[in-house]
DNA sequence: TCAAATTCGTAAAGGACCTAGCCAAATCGC
DNA sequence: GCGATTTGGCTAGGTCCTTTACGAATTTGA
């Protein structure tokens, strides 16, 4: 019963055709005048006014020009790369990773420290810091950056400006908490869940590039899944969508008949790190101290360490048919310490679990491409179309106040 | 990284508006040219303008004068009924229904049949003569029908034309079946899945107006889910999302120990109708016949049957917790013979069971209030949706043409 | 080295669309 | 019946885009 259609004056042709001859130029790299033409479907004098409006709000320049074929040498554009700056910021479990890129998504400038503690202060006086060495690297102030993303664990409710179930973020579940990270950002900043950026990065640079529908899926020291939909992140009707490490543990193991362990009866406690540990001390594993170990151990031949990982990926494929009958993924990516260390050690057995689950063939399931590097990169990306939007709308309001004025 | 902005000529600025003023009149009812100046943000000419073309094209109507108020009084326009017609089809297991219903939605004819068998050529016969009988009383020919949308079990493969998992319409699941349909309907038609089309009926007229994210879950002679987000349809992949039926059933009921249950271990094996009578059998309810002789009990205070509706809720529950970890959504709306039927007997502990499953809040969780109609409902919003769109086309292309002459 | 061919960039002309503003027509209240 | 008020229709004006056309720049070939 919805219907669409929004009315509209001419003036928006103008907006519209500036934003599709940017974004050909964008994907393009560069771009002649002809060809911006053509793959546009506008007139050539109208890609030039598009050009000049875009070149004089300092979003394109001119670069060369295109030689070797016969007749006139066409000028090219691309776009400028400091038109925009794009910080981000992966506030993990134990480090923090901050980048700057410029509008062309390229990083420019990086660092990767351990986590000065959790408390807010300490954390928010961290990154400030990391922000300002960052952009004094790159020669920007840190004014110029145009929009910042914060990585973090846990829920964000926008509306209160809590996070929620970050248990290693303590103090941030405060209404208002938030906002503190304006003292790291410039004005506009976006927080997101980390697992949800993980799913990004790999949908902008890595195995997701391209497939609409697909789900991450990190495993480390805790659990958590990002869900992309039509290329466009999924968040659920709270934000809580993908806490898959609330999923209700399949049955069928007998190792799970223990009473402790099913009453909790959660993904997270028996896919985790901590999980995995356990399970192999149980299975007689005695000097097992963490989740690596007993991954290098099945790795070197340990038959004890080996059945662990095999009951491992038992869990995480009745996750997966889970996820798999609701969502009918295209891809699963896994990601996360396990995820990313587990390997083919994994995936195999994953594999081979998920198809006798299933009703229909199995989604692909592939480890990260980007590993530790997903969230951040996915703050990158989101950070890169939000900045893309700003520097937009603010030449779009540049050009109307110019002509308004005439 | 995606970068979109499609470049326009001012062409299909009349095309937006004549949508725009097309879509206020559809949802105001009767409207006025001032009115819809107001209200679309156009200038009266080009609002009378649109009316105008949208007149000639036969899609509006004037209809009298509004009085009362000082002044001149205006003409009010409204929606042509006869501008379109949609024929809704639902095929379901052991009975058809058919219905017609205008350009607004109003059904105008309707017929529920058993079906007579489930062989393809029988049954495309009979919805055949169904159709014929139904325009026949509304006085349209089956060649003015805009668009018909069929709602069947199973996934339809729109690829190969095949529809997949549905194994009480035999012969379906070869390619190219489906276009047997063509028979029934006009030239445009649409296959949905029938839980996909219930879920987007209790979006269009019952519990799930206004509402992004929500999930419809379908309980009876099998299960169902059907996915709204963002107030869409979401169908997957390979449109085997919401295939509930595979989930892995939840551990912890003693009663699911015994092995032959224990291996098919999904959601639909234990859940649908004849999972609750096997489940009251061994419960010791041994006259148990139907689904709804438990439920009858149960309601009648049978301690046995209460048992078992309970041990029922409880399998819903956890179905509930994987999809609300996974998807978040905002409302649970319960449909199908078992679905409808329990009711508070259902619902009540359900809820109570969910709670102490998921992480945050429960989901809201209602009963459909469609009922058995809301497949039916489904298919005619569907079809209502595309036959605007339809007609509006039509109308575009219609106006063109005439100012292409000129 | 020079001319032909080809392509690029831009200017002018024309068409389509929308807005602002005016005036006539119609209605209601007094 | 008359004035206030609102609606409908019309005209003028402006913005935007496209088509057409022409000069400019570059390569190719002789």
Chains 1, 2 share one sequence.
Do not use: C
């Not at 059945?307 to 494929?317: K, Y």
Request: net charge neutral; aromatic share 4%.
């Amino acid at each position: 019963m919805q219907i669409t259609g929004a009315a509209s004056t001419t003036s928006v042709l103008r907006v519209m055709n500036s934003r599709a001859v940017f974004a050909e130029v964008f994907r393009l790299g560069k771009a002649s005048r002809p060809e911006l033409a053509q793959t546009t479907g506008l007139s050539k004098p109208t890609v030039a006014m598009a050009l000049t409006h875009l070149e004089r709000a300092g979003l394109l320049r001119q670069v060369g020009q295109r030689s070797g074929a016969a007749g006139r040498s066409a000028l090219l554009y691309e776009v400028r790369p400091e038109a925009g700056w794009v910080l981000g910021v992966d506030v993990g479990r134990g480090y923090v990773r901050v980048a700057v890129a410029d509008l062309l998504g390229t990083i420019v400038a990086r660092k990767d420290r351990p986590s000065r503690g959790s408390r807010a202060s300490t954390l928010v006086t961290q990154l400030t810091r990391l922000a300002d060495e960052l952009t004094a690297e790159v020669g920007i102030a840190r004014s110029d950056i145009t929009l910042t993303v914060f990585g973090t664990p846990g829920v964000h409710d926008a509306q209160t400006g809590a996070l929620r179930s970050a248990p290693n973020l303590p103090g941030w579940d405060r209404p208002g908490s938030v906002e503190r990270l304006a003292e790291v950002a410039g004005a506009p900043f976006v927080v997101e869940n980390d697992v949800d950026l993980a799913a990004v990065g790999e949908s902008a640079y890595g195995l997701g590039a391209g497939i609409d529908h697909f789900v991450y899926v990190s495993i480390g020291t805790g659990t958590g899944m990002g869900i992309m939909i039509d290329g466009k992140l999924y968040r659920g009707f709270r934000g809580a969508a993908g806490e898959v490490g609330y999923l209700p543990v399949a049955e069928g193991d007998p190792l799970q008949d223990e009473p402790a362990s099913r009453k909790r009866g959660m993904f997270e406690s028996v896919a985790s790190a901590d999980g995995v540990v356990s399970l192999a001390r149980r299975l007689g594993m005695a000097d097992a101290a963490s989740a690596k170990d007993v991954f290098e151990a099945a790795r070197a031949g340990d038959p004890t360490a080996t059945r662990a990982v095999l009951h491992e990926a038992d869990h995480v494929a009745h996750a997966l048919a889970a996820v798999t009958a609701i969502l009918d993924p295209e891809l699963v990516v896994l990601g996360g310490g396990i995820g990313t260390q587990g390997g083919d050690l994994l995936t195999g057995p994953v594999r081979d679990r998920l198809t006798s689950l299933v009703a229909l063939d199995p989604p692909r399931i592939e480890v990260s491409a980007l590993g530790a590097d997903a969230v951040l990169r996915g703050a990158l990306a989101v950070g890169l179309t939000g900045a893309r939007d700003l520097v937009l709308d603010r030449a779009a309001s540049i050009a109307t106040a110019t002509t308004g004025q005439r």
